[in-house]
């Protein structure tokens, strides 16, 4: 077992290495899932095996030092041999390494998978495209069952749950790399048409209401944007945007989606129809994001949950708190 364990161990190692040099595409939800799969196997083993063994000797060994015990007061010879007997106690009962390294690490194992599958996953925000909202470093959570609950891995919906909203701040598998997590806020929900022309949001004909706002200050690019408030569901969120960038695209800044004939792009912006099944996203910071304006809709499938609080910024512990 010493061998075969040791075999297991080195190759989630081995896997966690690729993964992090980026020779492999990791999947932290199946590393996760089958951590806990081999963990929960050994817990098992040591539980209804190895330990019951243990167990015995240790019974056995007892046995005998009693009975050699008798044996010497029958002969009138005294024996202490009780600090002893409790040391090698001990050292039968205790787990070896190999076990130590996998049943001993299944209940906090289980325990995060199940809190990161069905109730809440921590994420790290790496990049600007939902500045003002979320900024590079804040550490989030997000709410994974209020979208329905999701089997883990397979991401097959168990539960109904909620529709996303627009105005929602959502997590999803990024459509062109599902392996990626990507955040942005939704902007469209299924039937609706989604118009972002000449910097201007308009969904379903009806301009979107924004207000004004001091210009915001990003100290990474070291300079002021424009900042607006936003009022798209039932409350407002800040967005800004950069004056100095052009609101049109043109064809080879769009890549080939599904549904791509939904959308209509020109020098003054696109106008999109969001499909059945589809939600269309875009990021606060609005001249810097890679959204749905240029790779298209997100599938149902890829939702992963309701980002709702900053729980760390070690930067700034300000930033701590629920957001819009």
Not at 236 to 260: C, K, M, N, T, Y
């Amino acid at each position: 077992m010493q061998i075969l364990t040791a075999a297991i161990l080195a190759a989630f190692a081995g896997y966690i290495g690729a993964w992090y040099f980026g020779a492999i595409e990791g999947n932290f939800a199946l590393l996760l899932f089958l951590a806990s799969v081999v963990t929960g196997l050994y817990w098992l083993a040591e539980r209804f095996h190895f330990l019951p063994q243990r167990q015995l000797a240790a019974a056995r060994l007892e046995a005998e030092v009693q009975q050699r015990r008798a044996d010497n007061e029958k002969l009138g010879l005294r024996s202490d041999e009780g600090g002893e007997l409790s040391q090698a106690r001990e050292q039968i009962l205790a787990q070896p390494w190999w076990l130590d390294w996998t049943a001993g690490l299944f209940p906090v194992i289980v325990v995060v998978f199940l809190l990161r599958s069905f109730l809440f996953e921590p994420f790290k925000i790496p990049s600007g495209s939902m500045i003002p909202t979320l900024l590079v470093g804040d550490l989030i959570l997000v709410n994974k069952y209020h979208y329905g609950i999701r089997l883990p891995v397979l991401n097959t919906k168990i539960t109904e749950g909620n529709a996303p909203q627009r105005g929602d701040v959502m997590v999803f598998r990024y459509p062109p790399r599902p392996s990626q997590d990507y955040i942005k806020r939704v902007i469209g929900v299924p039937g609706d048409e989604v118009a972002y022309l000449n910097k201007r949001l308009t969904i379903n004909g009806q301009p979107v209401p924004t207000a004004e706002l001091p210009e915001f200050f990003d100290e990474d690019a070291m300079r002021y944007f424009r900042q607006y408030g936003e009022s798209l569901g039932a409350q407002q969120h800040r967005l800004i945007v950069d004056q100095d960038r052009r609101g049109g695209f043109s064809e080879a800044e769009i890549g080939d989606f599904p549904f791509r004939d939904n959308c209509r792009y020109s020098v003054e912006g696109v106008v999109c129809k969001v499909p059945a099944g589809h939600y269309f996203m875009m990021g606060d910071n609005r001249d810097n994001s890679l959204d749905s304006r240029y790779w298209g809709f997100v599938p149902d499938q890829n939702i992963v949950g309701k980002a709702f609080l900053v729980w760390m910024n070690f930067g700034n512990l300000k930033r701590i708190g629920a957001f819009n």
